[in-house]
């Protein structure tokens, strides 16, 4: 009996006792891992999947974790004399020997799925599909006291200083100023370096504090 299997974006014809190269795999040699998507079954009878076929399964155990032969690529400019570029690269390979084929019940085998293949099949362990869900715990009723927040949180807003009369600021900005927790114009005149630096990493808007001058106009803003 022989099966074709997918993993790595790559197919492979395997039969019981086969050893083969694929890419990287999560594990440890001696691990056992299944694949799950089979995408045709043959022996006295063929089954062909559409695209896979159901409950079918191959088993493998894991030999050895490695790498393959290193592959140089050349990079050669054109019109350019001496000009190229060389880069070498091996691939991580997990070496396996398939020790069963499953037509049926690889679903409730136990065994996990080989992760790293391609196709959600692969990323998730059969055991884990054949678990039944967990009941939802009961939501627990919102307290009366948080209805009060929003107006907090309006009252909060209202009393701030209109932070668009910096330069550079605007309503999407002036937003995310007050949700970070800056209000006023005197908290921005107090800020020091270290402050400006990490409002910068905040907003993600790195030197545009010293550059509008920002410090400087929340001092003269304060005043008036």
Do not use: C
Not at 76 to 89: E, I, L, N, T
Not at 93 to 99: A, C, M
Not at 114 to 140: D, F, I, L, R, T
């Amino acid at each position: 009996m022989f099966a074709v299997l997918k993993t790595g974006g790559k197919q492979y014809k395997v039969a019981s006792g086969d050893v083969l190269k694929v890419e990287k795999l999560a594990g440890e040699a001696g691990q056992t891992v299944q694949f799950n998507e089979i995408l045709m079954l043959g022996g006295d009878k063929v089954t062909v999947g559409t695209p896979i076929v159901a409950d079918a399964g191959v088993q493998a155990e894991i030999l050895e974790q490695g790498k393959g032969p290193k592959v140089i690529n050349y990079v050669k400019r054109r019109r350019k004399h001496s000009s190229q570029r060389k880069k070498g690269h091996r691939q991580h390979l997990t070496i396996l020997r398939v020790t069963d084929i499953l037509a049926s019940g690889a679903g409730k085998s136990g065994v996990a799925a080989a992760v790293g293949g391609s196709g959600p099949a692969a990323a998730e362990p059969a055991a884990k599909k054949a678990a039944p869900k967990k009941a939802a715990a009961p939501k627990k009723e919102a307290a009366p006291k948080k209805e009060a927040e929003p107006k907090k949180a309006a009252k909060a807003e209202a009393a701030a200083d209109n932070l668009k009369a910096l330069s550079g600021v605007g309503p999407a900005l002036e937003k995310k100023l007050l949700e970070a927790g800056v209000t006023s114009f005197a908290q921005i005149a107090g800020w020091n370096a270290d402050d400006i630096a990490a409002m910068d990493e905040k907003l993600s808007f790195k030197g545009r504090i010293e550059r509008e001058g920002w410090v400087e106009q929340a001092k003269e803003l304060a005043k008036g």
